[in-house]
């Protein structure tokens, strides 16, 4: 599967360019050797099941990643953004005793219970000219559900979650998704997504690897670096979340034409504001489509995509991917009603890791995921998704999701952003306060927004109070901690 698609490329395709990001190029060819050599060395230091990776988007992912693999192991990418003891809680539960990482992490691989294997230190370029003299070594004997990945969905607590996420999950994935989406090899994707986020790690990682087409990774996400890798590299394909497209549009000496090369621009990880997607149609002429998953789907469940697009949703069921709409009680509701996404299809995990109560919890026997989002589907099958289970307010009784109000917070002039969460209220139980990051220059203030939200939503989710902010904490994917607003108020 995954393994045997690296090597095939490196056969079929061995000049053909892999992944590059801006210091060292690789072919597909060099990447199968570089793979090779870090799959004898991981062969060699450890011989625990699972191993670390702490390492930026960049040439050395892909190539530890797959060495791995290919070593008969499971990778558990870390999330460089979190503190050492956030990580360590990690490190322990995952059992891991090896991470292979750069330099660059050096005082924080200090900070883990576990040996760091540092990239710079092993003579790679010299162990790859040794290693073009001998034949690639055959993939190994793994199951389809043997797991290949374990992702943590959170460092932030006492207790974390590892997703895994079998070969099958992940390769079934990758290839549903290029079918869905109309991908083509000779596609040039720009990865600046963390590659220990599973957006990250299939859309910008594997799936171009199982397609054999070009990546060119930044490993410091920059506005400026984007603009010149989408020009310099002609870039094809973006994947990427929404504050990443919100930054990129703020910059101002871009030119209108610059996205001409880019045939597929989707967004996902969180709702794309419409004066954001706006923006870009604007300015650019480019549409941003959007895309619906979860860890625990490997990830993509929906996409809008360039021919079957519907503003505002994020697109249909992706090949193979089943969706359903429920109430509380679990009963299907009308098409157009809303209710909990719940998703079957060979992407669903295999369960969390070491944790069988919990995996239970969520994923049915006949391998129904409860998502906790809230969402609709229309007559023609386009998904909409309109809050979290969990995010919902209980105001006078009546059910209010956050990201209807969002919405309309949203489509007011000068606002780029909205985060809404609920307070406590002596009259109603719960109401509505919003967070809003206005647009450079925009003049913003709490009055005319609330009035906006007075012409569109009923009186009872209109915000009690609207916050103005230059910035709202985020996590390592742009996401708005919603737990964290509490303390701005």
Known sequence: MLVEALITAATDAPRQAAVSDGLVSLDYRQLARLASVIRNLVSRETKNERVGLMLPASTAFPAALFGVLWAGRTAVPLN?????????????????????????????????????LFLEDLSLKRRMVFATIRRLPPAPPIEPNATAVILYTSGTTADPKGVELTFNNLYSNCVDTIYSLDMDPRQTFLNILPPFHVFGLTANVLIPIVLRAKVFAIPRFSPVAVVRAVEEERISVMLAIPSMYTAILKTKSTKPDLFRSVYLAVSGGEPLPDSVRAGYEERFGLTIRQGYGMTETSPVISACSVHSYRAGTVGRPIRNVRIRIVDTNGREVPTGEEGEILVSGPGVMKGYYRKLEETRRVVSEEGWLATGDIGRLDADGFLSITGRAKDMLIIGGENVFPREIEAVLESYPGVIQAAVIGVADDLRGEAPVAFVIPQAGAELADGPL???????????????????????????????LKRRLREFL
Request: proline share 6%.
């Open 80 to 116: 460089f953004l979190l503190s050492g003891d956030e990580l360590a809680r990690i490190v322990r539960d995952a059992g891991l005793d090896l991470v292979i990482t750069i330099r660059h992490f050096a005082e924080l691989s200090a900070k883990l219970p576990l040996r760091s």
């Open 450 to 480: 609330r009035n906006h939200a007075k012409h569109v939503l009923a009186g009872f989710k209109v915000p009690k109070r609207v916050i103005i902010r230059e910035d709202l904490p985020t996590g390592p994917t742009g996401k708005i």
